[in-house]
C-alpha cells in the first residue's frame, strides 16, 4: 500500500504561484510514475502532469505547459508541482498519484494505483 499526502494548497490572485508537495509512505515509489491530476466542481479528473521514476521524462497537459513544472526527490519519496501564472481556471482540487504497473506515463485516471486525498487550488481575479 502507498499513502500519499499532498500540501501546498491555497487561495492565490490571478498571476500568482503555487507549489504542491505530495510525499509518499507506506511503500518506496522510486520506481513509478507519479504525477498530478485536478478536479473542479461538475468537471471530470483531468491529467495535469506526470514524471517517470528516474525524473528524466515529464508530460504535461496543453492547458499547463509552460507554466507548471513537476519534480521529484525519490530520497524523500516526494514530488512537486510549481505552478505559475495561475488563472481562475486553474481552479481544483489536485490530487496526487502513483502508476506502480508501468513506466510509462499515461494520461487516463483509471491507469493511476494509488491517489492521494487531493489539495484545494482556489484562483481569484
Known amino acids: 500500500q502507498v499513502q500519499l499526502v499532498e500540501s501546498g494548497g491555497g487561495l492565490v490572485k490571478a498571476g500568482g504561484s503555487l507549489r504542491l508537495s505530495c510525499v509518499a509512505s507506506g511503500r518506496t515509489v522510486n520506481d513509478y510514475v507519479m504525477g498530478w491530476f485536478r478536479q473542479a466542481p461538475g468537471k471530470e479528473r483531468e491529467f495535469v502532469a506526470a514524471i517517470t521514476s528516474t525524473g528524466d521524462i515529464t508530460l504535461y497537459a496543453d492547458s499547463v505547459k509552460g507554466r507548471f513544472i513537476i519534480s521529484r526527490d525519490n530520497a524523500k519519496n516526494t514530488v512537486w508541482l510549481q505552478m505559475g501564472s495561475l488563472q481562475p481556471e486553474d481552479t481544483a482540487a489536485y490530487y496526487c498519484?502513483?502508476?506502480?504497473?508501468?513506466?510509462?506515463?499515461?494520461?487516463?485516471?483509471?491507469?493511476?494505483?494509488?491517489w492521494g486525498q487531493g489539495t484545494q487550488v482556489t484562483v481569484s481575479s
Open positions: 498519484v502513483v502508476d506502480i504497473t508501468g513506466w510509462r506515463i499515461k494520461k487516463i485516471p483509471n491507469e493511476y494505483d494509488y
